[in-house]
């Protein structure tokens, strides 16, 4: 049996708000009921609304993952801006691959890999959108000169201020696209020259033109003032958010102790594996701890370190340094020239320490045994062109003698 439905479903709002610099976009998203700042360039200072510091993109996520898990009474996210996001992923990439550039990556591919992301970033934006939590793009503008197949001449236009390939992504995710600018009027001068006039009025484009980015899907007006009143019914009537009402605790009866009040739910950035944790992993990851940092990974389902809690990365990084320790005792252990060099090196003893006295890798009464284990891998690895070496070395100070 097919469960329809009928009528308009008015759920929580995937809205983009962007334009020129300095013309009140975050102001605008922050008048939203109950909404919470995610600020990934702080730059909503001056503005009075609850906000959250997130500079970088392992940040962002931690921000978005807690909301998620408990968004402590927030109606509404507002991620402020795109376009810094958008700056503090492609750095985050570009850490994890040990890049200096996004083309580093070959043609095409670093885009990818940016637009793989945020499709994923995306995905868990949408449950946010799912638990009724309206979420709210804020970006800044770019003009861009565009040339369609039909038209001889090309011409300017606003877009949002992100990479041709995250652009469209985020725009058709969203149901509100909203263009801010300055009212402009061209007018002809008494010398006969066009001038600008204007350029005070705020106005909102909702609706899409040859001049700018823009949509809606709920019958909004092309063109509104740029006043939160023209848009405060998308997102819910609601008033500010009051602080509850204290709890009163009653009194215990005489002779019996009260039980002590629960302890507040510990925040789950605390929770999460520190920096010096997450330094100390990178020292430690090598091609004999890599597989324990993989299971690890698997065993949370998590993509990187950063998900790690800090009771995880502590039993990983036990795990790291054991496994290390045992790496070396192998090493230690080991033989420090494979059998068929060490033999080499016995029946020629003289011409050995002498080529490696004469190199330097030996000094005094030291002999081929003492070499230090780096430097014994390079005679091994280059055997043959080693050995040629200290035979003609050896000769050659036989001649001279």
């Known amino acids: 049996m097919l469960n329809i439905t009928r009528g308009k479903k008015q759920g929580a709002i995937r ?42 993109w392992r940040s962002i996520e931690h921000a978005l993952k807690e909301l998620i898990t408990d968004a402590q009474g927030f109606k509404a996210v ?11 992923l492609i750095e985050h990439v570009l ?11 070959g043609y095409g591919k670093g885009y990818t890999i940016l637009q793989e992301h945020l499709v994923r970033f995306l995905g868990q ?30 011409y300017d236009r606003f877009e949002l201020k992100l990479t041709k390939q995250v652009a469209p992504l985020l725009k058709e995710w969203a149901d509100l ?26 106005i909102m484009h909702a609706v899409h033109s040859a001049a700018w980015d823009a949509k809606n899907r709920f019958g909004l007006a ?3 003032p740029m006043e939160f009143s023209q848009i405060a019914a998308l997102f819910g009537a609601a008033q500010p958010r009051t602080p509850a009402p204290a709890a009163t605790v009653a009194k215990a009866p005489a002779g019996v102790k009260p039980e002590p009040a629960p302890a507040p739910a510990e925040p789950i950035y605390s929770k999460l594996a520190s920096e010096e944790q997450l330094e100390r992993i990178a020292i430690l990851k090598s091609p004999a701890t890599l597989p324990l940092i993989e299971a690890c990974l698997e065993a949370i389902n998590a993509i990187e370190v950063a998900e790690l809690t800090s009771d995880q990365a502590a039993e990983l990084i036990e795990k790291m340094d054991a496994a290390l320790k045992i790496e070396m005792e192998k090493q230690a252990t080991a033989p420090l020239f494979p059998g ?14 002498g080529y490696l ?15 230090t284990p780096d430097r014994a891998a390079t005679i091994a690895d280059k055997f043959t062109k080693f050995a040629g070496a200290a035979t003609n070395h050896a000769t050659t100070g036989r001649k001279a003698a």
């Open 15 to 56: 809205a983009v708000i962007y334009g020129t610099e300095g013309i009140g976009k975050s102001t605008l998203a922050a008048q939203i009921a109950d909404a919470l700042i995610i600020d990934t360039e702080d730059g909503t200072g001056q503005i009075e609304a609850a906000r959250v510091l997130a500079l970088d």
């Open 177 to 202: 696209v909203l263009f801010c600018n300055y009212r402009i009027q061209i007018v002809e001068g008494s010398d006969g020259k066009l001038k600008a006039q204007g350029g005070r009025e705020r």
């Open 125 to 154: 934006v949408d449950q946010l959108i799912a638990k009724g939590i309206h979420v709210v793009f804020v970006a800044h503008s770019k003009v861009t000169r565009t040339s369609p197949p039909d038209q001889t001449d090309g």
């Open 95 to 105: 850490r994890q691959a040990g890049k200096k550039s996004i083309e580093d990556f």
């Open 340 to 353: 068929k060099v060490e033999a080499w090196l016995e029946q020629n003893e003289a011409a050995a320490n």
């Open 357 to 371: 006295a004469h190199v330097k890798w030996i000094e005094g009464a030291q002999t081929w045994r003492d070499v």
């Open 78 to 88: 507002v991620i402020d801006t795109a376009d810094w996001l958008e700056k503090a």
């Open 222 to 224: 092309s063109e509104m």
